[in-house]
């Protein structure tokens, strides 16, 4: 039976065609080419990618945080309202109070003159001018409180480096949801935090998904951190999505050489590490990606007409993929997994 249109949810998030280009001194390289993604609310999309895959720059282009001179096409709406282009007060609104971001490393996302409850506090009061410095910070107080970090009243008086780095992150993620956003872009959230940190921070991401159906885009270089969290994720390469399907699909039916890469280079917890098989050379700069296919060079499966053709992200099987032998290659079993689907 068909869905009454009234009935289905629009996007939270809805990106076509997004183009991001940075410009150096022999003209402009192109580091996002041309994604297509769609988050709705309440949900986790993973976009995961060794580093200059183009997975922070995308997200950071929809939220013209890119520097100066850099140039983004294509769409990005959010709540149906198109971010590519926006105005800059606009979308300076839209930042921090209905979009916020969680960075990686929060020691320099602070200040660090000031104390952790004043910055909270001054974030609230940036897009609601009517609340006063001292009801700000009984509401930073209460939101410390809300991430789990123990005797919120004390800490919201102490400075960043008084924090340890899982606090850290903890008060950077209170920080951002004070606005009640309806989207969270958490990039590498957990990269610098141990094994025991990170779990607790994904934990809490997905506590604060489930209880304020917050959207959420995890962006990270680790399968592992999306596995138990997310609903969806992008894979990505040389500045495109080379893989997208759902989260099982990916870990148990990928049909890409570079997804199947990245699960062999994930650590099994049957084993202690030593089966771990990284993927062979570095990913492409900008300004020097190979012709056709860019995974092309370090691939495996890798036959002439990937060096002239750059394949289209098509349906394979389960998923999306863009290789010209999706359809072949062999099955792969995924490591195992505590997965919490
Ligand atoms: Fe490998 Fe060719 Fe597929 Fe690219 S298109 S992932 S080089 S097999």
Same mark, same amino acid.
């Not at 709705?40 to 200059?52: C, F, N």
């Not at 049957?270 to 098989?277: C, Y």
């Given at each position: 039976m068909l869905q009454d249109p009234k009935f289905i949810s629009p996007p939270l998030l809805e990106i076509k065609g997004l183009r991001a280009s940075f410009r150096g001194s022999n003209g402009y390289g192109e580091a996002v080419r041309g994604i297509d993604l769609t988050l709705?609310?309440?949900?986790?999309?993973?976009?995961?990618?060794?580093?200059?895959s183009g997975k922070s720059v995308s997200m950071m282009a929809l939220l013209q945080l890119l520097p100066a001179g850099s140039l983004v096409t294509g769409s990005a709406k959010f709540g149906g309202r198109e971010l590519v282009?926006?105005?800059?007060?606009?979308?300076?609104?839209?930042r921090g109070k209905q979009i916020g971001v969680i960075f990686q490393d929060p020691l320099t996302a602070f200040n660090p003159v000031l104390t952790i409850g004043e910055q909270i506090a001054?974030?609230?009061?940036?897009?609601?001018?009517?609340?006063?410095?001292?009801?700000?910070?009984?509401?930073?107080?209460?939101?410390?409180?809300?991430?789990?970090?123990?005797?919120? #009243?004390? &800490?919201?008086?102490?400075?960043?480096?008084?924090?340890?780095?899982?606090?850290?992150?903890?008060?950077?993620?209170?920080?951002?949801?004070?606005?009640?956003?309806?989207?969270?872009?958490?990039d590498e959230p957990?990269?610098?935090?141990?094994?025991?940190?990170?779990?607790?921070?994904?934990?809490?991401?997905? #506590?604060? #998904?489930?209880?304020?159906?917050?959207?959420?885009?995890?962006?990270?270089? !680790?399968?592992?951190?999306?596995?138990g969290s997310a609903d969806e994720i992008a894979v990505m390469y040389g500045g495109r999505i080379v893989e997208r399907g759902q989260v099982e699909d990916i870990f148990?039916?990928?049909?890409?050489?570079?997804?199947?890469?990245?699960? &062999?280079?994930?650590?099994?917890?049957?084993?202690?590490?030593?089966?771990?098989?990284?993927?062979?050379?570095?990913?492409?700069?900008?300004w020097a990606r190979p012709g056709g296919c860019a995974?092309?060079? &370090?691939?495996?499966?890798?036959?002439?007409?990937?060096?002239? !053709?750059?394949?289209?992200?098509?349906?394979?099987?389960?998923?999306?993929?863009?290789?010209?032998?999706?359809?072949?290659?062999?099955q792969m079993l995924a490591p195992v997994l505590e997965m919490t689907p």
């Open positions: 709705q609310p309440g949900k986790v999309l993973g976009i995961v990618g060794e580093s200059g282009g926006m105005a800059p007060g606009d979308i300076r609104r839209i001054e974030a609230i009061r940036l897009h609601d001018a009517s609340v006063s410095r001292k009801q700000g910070l009984e509401r930073a107080e209460h939101l410390l409180d809300s991430v789990a970090i123990p005797q919120p #009243r004390r &800490r919201v008086s102490q400075y960043p480096h008084e924090f340890s780095g899982g606090m850290r992150q903890r008060a950077m993620i209170a920080m951002a949801i004070a606005n009640s956003p309806q989207l969270l872009i958490a957990t990269t610098a935090l141990d094994v025991t940190v990170q779990a607790q921070i994904l934990d809490l991401l997905q #506590r604060l #998904r489930e209880e304020l159906g917050i959207g959420l885009v995890l962006i990270t270089h !680790d399968l592992g951190v999306v596995a148990y039916r990928t049909r890409h050489p570079y997804t199947r890469g990245l699960l &062999r280079a994930m650590p099994n917890i049957e084993d202690d590490g030593e089966n771990l098989t990284p993927i062979e050379g570095t990913p492409p700069s900008i995974f092309h060079p &370090r691939c495996v499966n890798a036959q002439a007409i990937c060096a002239s !053709d750059d394949p289209e992200l098509r349906p394979a099987q389960a998923t999306l993929s863009a290789c010209h032998f999706a359809d072949r290659l062999p």
